[in-house]
């Protein structure tokens, strides 16, 4: 059994499956298509996602009132019953080949996401929505879980903060908007890991590696 998180590993084990029959595997993404998304305009504040794992009502509440505008990518159905703030644009069902263009005029992305414990979403809600901005150098705010942890280092590769709560998340936020080297040092520091680390490239060897394992 192939995770793409130690978090997920426990509750395997814990249903009798044998530690060694269970291996994790980072994910990886075609960073390639990111590489040169950066741009310098940094005219927004981006946060992308479409699946129920991602808290759009905590992001809503830590960005009103903030002088700047926000952009979220994401589904109706992940925003039903939520009233974005004036300073929130919407945007519905962008196409993947779009993405790049839209991380090159952001400042930074946040990736907000309930609590571990509440099971809308899957486990991994928001890998793709925190390894695409760091492939293209992008600082990434994120919410603090075990599965998270895997991808992001604390202060180093982006900036984690306690899940469903909009003060911590404005914190955060505030801070990148007024520390331009900040930005830039996270940014540096992302897209080296994800180069080293979560390439489609490395993930497909790790694969490949258990596959020949077996055989």
Known sequence: IVCTARA???PLIAAG???????FV???????????????CESYILSVGRD?????KTLFEAVRG???????????????????????????????QDMPALYAGA???????????NHDGSETSGQYGYLEPMAAGLPVIASDKPVVRDYIEHEKTGILVEPENPAALRAAIERLIA???LRQT??????????????????????AEIFKSLS
């Open 52 to 56: 129920m794992g991602r808290d759009y």
């Open 8 to 10: 997920q590993m426990p």
């Open 186 to 207: 996270l940014g540096a520091g992302a897209q080296q890991k994800v180069l080293a680390d979560f390439t489609s490239e490395r993930f497909a060897r790790s694969l």
């Open 66 to 96: 903030l002088n700047i505008k926000v952009i979220v990518a994401t589904k109706p159905g992940a925003i039903a019953g939520l009233t974005p703030p004036p300073n929130v644009r919407i945007r519905f069902h962008v196409p993947y």
């Open 107 to 117: 400042r930074f992305v946040i990736t907000p996401l309930k609590r571990a414990d």
């Open 179 to 181: 520390n331009a080297p």
């Open 17 to 23: 499956i044998a530690h060694e029959k269970i291996k």
């Open 26 to 40: 980072p994910i990886g993404i075609d960073a390639n298509i990111f590489l040169k998304a950066r741009g310098t």
